[in-house]
């Protein structure tokens, strides 16, 4: 799913939330329970002016999967979502994390619920958003799909990208936009072209090796209040489609991604002397197993994935901060590999020897307030792919990208240590590699996972256990007493 919020000019936020007063530098606390683990989740919005910014705030659990708040201060808003025929993107996860194969594929992406007047089921609901010619937009887009990468367009529009991930960037300008999953991008767009009908589209951006995948276009339509009708029949003349990159189209993501800077109001603050230097990989692999209907992977395997050849095991009978907060052994280990177990030839032919995880919950241990470098190394282990990987209770800073396996020889001198974009899910290109940068100074106990879901199942996670700091506000807080037992 990927939301896409549009906001006019000049709009304010006590027009956008009736009944609810708000205040430049006021706070507003949101949270929902979710399913996973009855872990709870809490959020941060912003009043700035006349916006609200979510920013993610922990209570005590963690969410594991979810990040939207509860409230929308966006009066219009468009989300795009994948919808399978053969029910729900929740129900075709926990169908392969039973059978082990790879998830249903998609019948459709949605937009605002919603596929779009390109099929037949939608042609009268597609999501329709009203501008007068002159006006600047923005739009706010989240991709909250649960398997899917996906690029995004407005025909004859070109968008600035002012924002990712709930942090200003240097303004640049593009035709499209690729978000993963988790990802969110905020966009300006003018409202500069003849009157008329334009759509917003959306399609796959797919990299893993011949894995299927939905190959439709969901679309919505902007459409400038002054279109003059001139069909036969008095409807609106049908809108224009936008040209979209091909599914695997990497050069196109490049191009993107590395236009990325921020503001240079953030110089100075990238960690130059780093305390703990992380090299993690990051792919897919097989586990095998007895012939059944739990074993549907190719040649009688199950899928997985890992972290240095660690396949994430989420605890069953109390939450991760739970235990290390209440000493409760047994639930976990703090001997998570600092770097892989073997070393090889990540993104080349690599030996079968190699393509089974060990499953585990181990944590890495990370003193407060040190400085932390992390690689991660994505495999050819089943396929490359591009993986959107999402660090729960920071921001870090994206220091360097590439393909290929990381070299420090080489890659080190091309780090971006002046304005690196900033964010907290960062793309690993497909058979590539990328570099982050954060100060461990949000204590507590933090998931690192891929923000594709079957990938989060299957294991390609880990944990950070930050400890206690010294200062007053610089160590976990109790459990609030009505926190729901697992």
Not at 278 to 301: A, D, E, Q, S, W
Not at 337 to 347: H, I, S
Not at 373 to 386: K, Y
Request: net charge neutral; hydrophobic share 35%.
């Amino acid at each position: 799913m990927v939301f896409v919020r549009c906001e006019h000019h000049g709009q304010t936020v006590q027009n956008m939330l009736p009944n609810v007063q708000f205040n430049p530098g006021d706070h507003i606390h949101t949270g929902s329970l979710l399913k996973t683990r009855m872990e709870h989740c809490g959020g941060m919005l912003i009043a700035d002016g006349s916006e609200l910014q979510f920013m993610e705030h922990s209570l005590y659990t963690r969410n594991l999967a979810f990040h939207t708040p509860s409230l929308n201060p966006i009066k219009k808003s468009l989300y795009f979502s994948e919808n399978g025929g053969k029910g729900t993107s929740l129900v075709s996860s926990e169908q392969a994390q039973f059978t082990g194969a790879g998830p249903n594929v998609s019948d459709a992406y949605t937009i605002n619920g919603q596929p779009g007047d390109l099929y037949k089921c939608s042609s009268k609901e597609t999501a329709k958003f009203y501008v007068k010619f002159g006006e600047n937009i923005l739009l706010r887009v989240i991709n909250a799909a649960l398997n899917q990468e996906l690029f995004f367009t407005v025909a004859n529009h070109m968008l600035t990208v002012v924002g990712n991930d709930a942090v200003y960037n240097k303004p640049f300008t593009t035709r499209v936009i690729m978000i993963g999953p988790g990802q969110t991008t905020n966009v300006l767009l003018t409202a500069n072209q003849p009157a008329g009908r334009y759509y917003m589209a959306i399609r796959a951006y797919a990299t893993a090796q011949n894995a299927p995948f939905d190959n439709t276009t969901a679309t919505a339509i902007l459409e400038y209040d002054s279109v003059p009708c001139t069909a036969k029949n008095g409807l609106a003349p049908r809108p224009l489609l936008p040209p979209l990159p091909a599914f695997n189209d990497t050069a196109t993501v490049t191009a993107f991604t590395s236009q990325l800077r921020s503001l240079s109001s953030k110089n100075g603050q990238v960690p130059n002397q780093i305390d703990e230097n992380l090299f993690f990989t990051v792919g897919l692999g097989l586990i095998n197993c007895m012939p059944g209907p739990r074993c549907r992977g190719p040649n009688n395997t199950r899928f997985a994935s890992s972290m240095n050849n660690i396949s994430f095991v989420l605890p069953r009978r109390t939450s991760l901060l739970q235990a290390y907060y209440q000493n409760i052994p047994g639930v976990y280990t703090t001997d998570f590999p600092p770097v892989p177990p073997v070393m090889f030839d990540y993104t080349g032919n690599v030996s079968r020897a190699l393509w089974q995880p060990r499953k585990a919950t181990k944590l890495y241990k990370l003193k407060f307030g040190s400085s932390v470098q992390l690689v991660l190394q994505g495999t050819a282990i089943v396929s490359t792919e591009d993986h959107p990987i999402h660090l729960h209770g920071y921001h870090f800073y994206v220091v360097g990208q590439g393909f290929g396996n990381f070299n420090p020889n080489r890659d080190t001198a091309r780090f971006n240590l002046i304005d690196p974009p900033v964010r907290n899910t960062i793309n690993v290109p497909v058979g590539g590699w990328a570099v982050i940068r954060f100060v461990a100074d949000n204590p507590g106990v933090w998931l690192m996972h891929c923000h594709i879901d079957s990938h989060l199942t299957w294991g390609l996670a880990m944990s950070f256990l930050v400890e206690n700091g010294p200062g007053e506000f610089q160590s976990v807080v109790p459990p609030p007493p009505d926190l729901p037992p697992c």
